[in-house]
């Protein structure tokens, strides 16, 4: 089992950006990915960049993409969301989640993940 903990969220204006954090409470050589979904109110959770741990492979939702840069940091058992050029639509409750053991999925559905932090809300002002 893990707990993972969000940080790093809050008010910024269009154009700007914004670190995410995901903190894992251990280290465990079983952790397959990680990955960040985000909910807007009134809209279903969805994927928005993920991070293999093994080979370091990285996908993206393509709204996000040459924006946002999901990394990790093994020794601190952070992930990272990097988030630039905000828009006004990024505007949502983001979560980090993460899949342990084996895993033969695409990584997009949420339905897919165990372990789940309590969100950070990121809200993009135009």
């Known amino acids: 089992q893990v707990q993972l903990v969000e940080s790093g969220g809050g008010l910024v204006q269009a154009g700007g950006s914004l670190r995410l954090s995901c903190a894992a409470s251990?280290?465990?050589?079983?952790?397959?990915?990680v990955s960040w979904f985000r909910q807007a109110p009134g809209r279903e959770r969805e994927f928005v960049a993920t991070i293999r741990y093994s080979g370091g492979s990285t996908y993206y939702t393509d709204s996000v993409k040459n924006r946002f840069t999901i990394s990790r940091d093994g020794a601190k058992n952070t992930v990272y969301l990097q988030m630039n050029s905000l828009k006004p639509e990024d505007t949502a409750v983001y979560y980090c989640a993460a899949i342990l053991g084996y895993y033969s999925g695409t990584y997009y559905r949420h339905q897919d993940y165990i372990y789940w932090g309590q969100g950070t809300q990121v809200t993009v002002s135009s």
């Open positions: 251990r280290q465990t050589s079983s952790t397959n990915a």
